[in-house]
């Protein structure tokens, strides 16, 4: 066995272990299906439903309806919008650079020859040649 099959080997292995790990812990910290929560002896029960002022079926906010950004962090502060700017700015970067790198093996490729379309032309393969007559109905098929 070479070098970098045993490499390759002890990576999955590695990587079996550590999944059977991790769901052996999920496994092992999750309660048994029939299991029942304990008692805490008080009489008191809860609920879970929440008890407000608003009217049924108005549960969706109105526009505007929210509270101002108080923190830089909160939704709608300047953290979180420039953050936002931030991520445009880099999508459009990346953008860019594809953009400009396309276009500079492009003209690389065009100037060695090698362009695709340079390529069939010369070789005749994959262009189509214009008929010396118009088509007809004979031709269609």
Known sequence: ???????????????????????????????????????????????????????LGNIIQKPNAGKPAEDPGDPGGWLQVSLFFLILGVVVLLALGVARRSRTLRERRKAAGLDPVDVARRTGEGVRHQPDHPPTPVDWS
């Open 1 to 55: 066995m070479t070098r970098q099959t045993r490499a390759v080997r002890r990576r999955l292995l590695l990587l079996l272990l550590a999944v059977t790990a991790a769901l052996g812990a999920g496994t092992a910290l999750a309660p048994a299906a029939g299991a029942q929560p304990a008692d805490d002896g008080g009489g008191a029960t809860t609920t879970s439903v929440v008890i407000d002022n608003r009217e």
